[in-house]
């Protein structure tokens, strides 16, 4: 029961939904397990329901983990290579 | 009642053979190769977003002889039809084949209605039958693929599964995805104007989407695929409502697309007369075929790995997990 | 697709490829279980092992809660969904799912039971809602993620007063699971030297409960994300706490997890769900303190006590070495029935029949490699 991607909010409705839309698809979810949740935010979305808020700080982060990973070794394929990566 | 339906029928398809009122259609045949293909038609819902069950029998009975490299000649169209369904729906539905058939460059020349018992129905059944005619010199069969060929899908894969998908209430998503239904005839004519001898085949890849489609040519051809994932053509919103089900592109049916398997010296010609034919826009050359006693489809994924891609087992059901 | 598509960057997954290849040492075996399904799809979808050396290998976990789930409570489901009054609500990986004696819901429902397909809990209230002569019973499985969902529903029902609304509840555990894997007398067998912990289930649970585990069982846990990229990060986490000869809880997903978890969530699980003295687990037998029921204050909404329910234990096919899969004692291809009497069309357990177990995950993507005796399984019709 894995299965979940972060989607962001367009619109904040009653009763503890939300609209959120992923590259022009829609879907109504409930909020009712986070609070404060605002316009513009990513939610983790899960049977319809959003279970955690994305950190755009630590989205940036991660990726820049991961670019501290991979580039030493990009950086020895290009000049292995003579390409450019 | 037998009549009322007869004349939505006469009126939406509106034909000199139709309204001759014969049980049969008399016509004159050219000669050289004819090809017939049938279809029977139980989509559900009735009503999508860019078509309906009738213009889906239209489409999909020409698209099977399009494959054959053939030009569509007349259809024929029968009805099972629920008692009780409404008129104005079997009307809209008419029309629509109408339409279709007309933009085709058929028509709808012969037909029955029959209507069933409530409850013994879903609606109405359409079953399509068409002959048309192979140009001559064109030899497309499911077993021709060879090691080296290439492999041309003719645009975004996964738009008509979605479509359907989307107005069922109970997966609650909404999006602005029409269905590819159309009849594929008119580009086919063009590819084999400019590459009919080096084609090897074609085919629609509807249920069971690309994935059935390449696997099946592996085992008619006894061959292997090799494609990769960066070159198939999937709209963003397909996409998108794909990972909010859990579906694979790969799988989802489709009614306007094509795939050619072609000589690879004639594959850029091929590419390039489809993108200039406007349901040919977004063409692509995804892939080759491969020497393989497996018979395995494989892919080259965006991400780099390797992964098989596999017939779709059994009815899709959009997973959760 | 923001903060998807930046995970799948192929690129980056060969240069973070290269360095975990650069940093395991030659000639030692690193062996890593990913605990979740998802993660199992992943890795088979992205092929992400072709990326891997040849001595970073991954062995597949128990954390599909459809391969879990003990064949007779679908059979408790499948007569449930008979009664004439029942609506039986279920997420659709349950229903090609094998119980006794080659039955399941899809063919139950076939037969004229009433079983709703549903994305959500929410769905089937709004189905109670609708059609308040029916007993709407929601089939409820899965481990943290699935649980709060249920949980709000369960007080949606009762606000709403749906009398005609309940749950029969197979929610389970997750660090129990871990603990039966690492604790486990095959453990040494399995030789394994760390976990990718769950993505989303720790969305809820927070790292905080993981820690534990890697320091009595000594092995280091990388909570890990679902997008292929996150995959390989945490496997290079893993391979430098092998090599530092570290065991400890590492978060790679902390854009969306943190220790806590969320608090909303838990309290909701808490003040519905009680945990069972003992449950049982296809594959892994009966595990203590590792499922949820509904508490006494919720009997109203408890299926399993409204219908009575009393399930009877169902043994599975002798031949189906779920288990031991589940278990990472055997890779799928090295079950005596993966590929011939058992495959997607005709599963024999419930490894092949989720999309997340990981014999499904291995015929749908990755059989075109050799199996254990180097014979790669053939394409069928």
Known sequence: ?85 | MAQLIDEIFRDAFDNPLLDQGNDQAGFDVPAGRMVMSTDGYVISPLFFPGGDIGSLAVHGTVNDLAMAGARPLHLAASYIIEEGFPLADLQRIAIGMGNAARNAGVAIVTGDTKVVERGKGDGVFIVTTGIGRVPPGLDLSGDRARPGDRVILSGTIGDHGVAVMSTRNNLGFETQILSDSAALDGLVADMVGAAGPSLRLLRDPTRGGLASTLNEIALQSGVGFLIEENAIPVRAEVAAACELLGLDPLHVANEGKLVAVVAPEAAETLLAVMRAHPLGRDASLIGHVTRDEQRFVQMTTSFGGGRIVDWLMGEQLPRIC | MKHIDEYRDGRLAQGIAATIAAEAIGGRQYQFMEFCGGHTHAISRYGIEDMLPANVQMVHGPGCPVCVLPMGRIDDAIKLALRPEVTLCTYADLMRVPATAGANLLKAKAAGADIRMVYSTLDAIRIAEAEPARQVVFFAIGFETTTPPTAIAIRMARTKRLANFSVFCNHVLTPPAMRAILGSPDAPAIRLDGLIGPAHVSTVTGTAPYVSLATEFLKPVVVAGFEPLDVVQAVLMLVRQVNQGRHEVENQYFRLVTEAGNLIAQAAMADIFEVRPSFEWRGLGELPVSALRLRDSYADLDAERRFSIATVRAADNPACECGDVLRGLKKPAECKLFGTLCSPETPMGSCMVSPEGACAAHWTYGRFRANASGVAQKAVA
């Not at chain 1, 979810?29 to 316009?39: H, K, M």
């Not at chain 1, 939610?43 to 630590?58: C, K, M, N, Q, S």
């Not at chain 1, 983990?65 to 292995?80: S, Y």
């Open chain 1, 1 to 85: 029961m894995c299965l979940a991607i972060p989607i962001r909010v367009e619109e904040i409705l009653p009763d503890q939904m939300a609209r959120v839309t992923l590259s022009g698809v829609s879907k109504i979810v409930s909020i009712a397990l986070l609070d404060d949740v605002r316009l513009g935010d990513y939610l983790l979305i899960h049977v319809g329901y959003a279970l955690a808020r994305l950190d755009p700080d630590e989205a940036e982060r991660t990726l820049a983990v991961m670019h501290e990973a991979a580039v030493p070794a990009l950086l020895e394929m290009t000049e292995a290579d003579g390409e450019t990566y």
